[in-house]
C-alpha cells in the first residue's frame, strides 16, 4: 500500500498532471506536494483549496438522498462528497476526499492541464489512490 510520496508521483504521472498534494482540509496545511503549484506557492495553494474542501465537505445537502441523516444517526465521520472538481480557461483542480478509518479530513489535490489532462481518467484513478492510500 502506499504512503503519501509513492500516491503523489503516481498522481503526477497522469496525463496533464501539473502538480499534486496531500492537504488536511481542517487546517490547510499541504501534507504532502510534488509538481508545480497553482500561484507558485504550495502552502497558499493547499490553504486556499482547503477552504473550498471544507465548504462542501461541511454541507450534509450534498449527501446522497437520505444519507446524510443516516450518517449522523450512526456516528459517520466521512464528508458527505467524493470529489469536487473545478475549471478555469487552462486547467482543472480535482479534489479526492480520502476515506479512513480515522476521523479523515484530507484529500488529494491534482492540478491537471486542460489541453493534455483527461478529467474522466483522473477522477478514476484518484479514487482509486485514495482508496489505497496509507496514512499514519
Given amino acids: ?19 499534486a498534494a496531500l492537504v488536511d482540509w481542517t487546517s490547510g496545511l499541504a501534507l504532502g ?4 503549484s497553482p500561484g507558485g506557492d504550495h502552502e497558499a495553494a493547499a490553504a486556499e483549496a482547503a477552504e473550498l474542501a471544507r465548504l462542501a465537505a461541511e454541507q450534509h445537502a450534498f449527501a446522497p438522498a437520505g444519507e446524510a441523516e443516516q450518517d449522523l444517526a450512526e456516528g459517520e465521520a466521512g464528508p458527505p462528497v467524493e ?9 482543472y ?11 479523515s479530513s484530507v484529500f488529494l489535490h491534482l492540478w491537471l492541464a486542460r489541453a493534455d489532462g483527461n478529467l474522466a481518467l483522473a477522477r478514476i484513478r484518484l479514487g482509486e489512490m485514495a482508496g489505497r492510500l496509507v496514512l499514519g
Fill in 83 to 91: 470529489d469536487l472538481i473545478l475549471s478555469n480557461r487552462d486547467s
Fill in 1 to 19: 500500500m502506499p504512503g503519501i510520496d509513492e500516491c503523489l508521483l503516481e498522481a503526477m504521472r497522469l496525463p496533464g498532471a501539473r502538480g
Fill in 33 to 36: 506536494t510534488v509538481g508545480e
Fill in 93 to 103: 483542480h480535482v479534489l479526492r476526499f480520502v476515506p479512513t478509518s480515522f476521523d
